[in-house]
């Protein structure tokens, strides 16, 4: 079965890094990039299709973004649900005295 992502970020080198790593877990270009200019927060961004042949029958439950397809724990953006906490550690300074 062909799995299909598209990767996007603003216009930076982690657009770049973002679209290298996939290309490094086995991934392929699929399609130009795109680059648009994003008016609500008034940055360019950039897109990329990618596609990756895996083992299984596709059904419109699974995640793409799920652990089995993932070299990394990271989540991807489908792997958030609408109000759903986020807990993390409390900002620090650190500073000399």
Not at 6 to 34: I, M, N
Not at 61 to 74: D, F, R, V, W
Request: hydrophobic letters at 35%; proline letters at 4%.
């Amino acid at each position: 079965m062909k799995i299909y992502r598209f990767l996007t970020d603003d216009d930076s080198s982690r657009f770049c890094h973002k679209v290298t790593e996939a290309l490094s877990q086995g991934w392929e270009l699929y399609g130009d990039p795109t680059y648009a200019h994003d008016a609500t927060v008034g940055v360019m961004r950039c897109g990329q299709a990618v596609v990756k042949d895996v083992e299984g029958t596709y059904s419109p439950e699974m995640k793409l973004g799920s652990a089995i397809m993932k070299t990394n724990p990271g989540l991807f953006f489908e792997d958030y649900r609408v109000g759903q906490v986020i807990d993390h550690a409390v900002p620090r300074t650190v500073g000399h005295r």
